[in-house]
């Protein structure tokens, strides 16, 4: 990496089980060799069985935290998932005209993957202003739909990773895509497992801590594509449900 300490600043909820958000994020770009910094959006009372209790930081706390480390330690890239509404939404979006090039990496949370709603209707809306201003947008199947579906990426010079962990297939394909249609694609078969928890706020935050220290997008979603696999071969099994990943040594 270019960067011997890449700071990463996580925009996203808090997983009270440690599998996703900004505990997952957190782990991973420690375990990457980044420094991981916060501004938490909303408090999950959460384990493997499902949400069971959300409650939404203001507006202007999450904006609090943001600029507290970032006037202090700066940033080389910020990776957003959870917002919860859509004032914080658009706060964020605001915040986002100030960080210049930095890589921006965008995972529109809509859904848990117990079910749970994490992001309603106005909500969704609101990621309008966020995605013009990311550098990678990481929806899973369902989540682009949400956004418009594969069309709607035309509306946009931003790239879009469509997940494919979602599908039925034995090989699973998430497909980098622009403007313009397909840019890179990636295969690889399914991995048989319930504890599953996290697979995208793990590989989003990856992608931004290998961006932050210097490789190149298509490289930096490979090697994150290979570190969310290694997660979930190394799982420890906790929880009767959709369990959290492991941490694999790097």
Same mark, same amino acid.
């Given at each position: 990496?270019?960067?011997?300490? +890449?700071?990463i600043l996580s925009i996203? &909820?808090?997983?009270?089980? &440690?599998?996703?958000?900004?505990?997952?994020?957190?782990?991973t770009i420690t375990n990457l060799g980044g420094h991981a910094? /916060?501004?938490v959006t909303a408090v999950t009372a959460?384990?493997?069985a499902g949400v069971t209790a959300v409650e939404l930081m203001t507006p202007d706390m999450v904006l609090a935290q943001i600029w507290a480390v970032m006037d202090d330690f700066g940033a080389d890239a910020i990776k957003i998932g959870m917002l919860g509404s859509p004032e914080i939404a658009l706060t964020v979006a605001g915040f986002l005209k100030s960080v210049g090039n930095k890589p921006v990496i965008f995972d529109p949370v809509m859904v848990a993957t117990s079910g749970a709603t994490l992001a309603d209707d106005r909500t969704i809306a609101a990621f309008q202003k966020i995605i013009p201003r990311s550098s990678l947008v990481t929806p899973n199947l369902d989540e682009m739909a949400r956004l418009?579906?594969?069309e709607a990426v035309?509306?946009? /010079?931003? +790239?879009?990773?469509?997940?494919?962990?979602h599908g039925e297939a034995e090989t699973l394909v998430d497909r980098l895509i622009g403007a313009? &249609?397909?840019l890179e694609r990636w295969e690889g078969s399914r991995i048989d497992t319930r504890h599953s928890h996290g697979t995208g706020c793990t590989l989003s935050a990856a992608i931004a801590t290998y961006l932050a220290?210097?490789?190149?997008?298509?490289?930096?979603?490979?090697k994150a594509r290979d570190y969310v696999r290694a997660s979930l071969e190394t799982a420890p099994g906790f929880g009767s449900g959709h369990g959290p990943m492991g941490v694999p040594k790097t």
């Open positions: 990496m270019t960067n011997s300490c +890449p700071r996203a &909820g808090s997983d009270s089980g &440690g599998g996703a958000g900004i505990q997952a994020d957190i782990r910094m /916060t501004a959460q384990n493997s418009g579906g594969e035309s509306n946009f /010079t931003v +790239p879009f990773l469509v997940k494919g962990g313009d &249609g397909e220290g210097g490789d190149s997008l298509s490289v930096s979603i490979g």
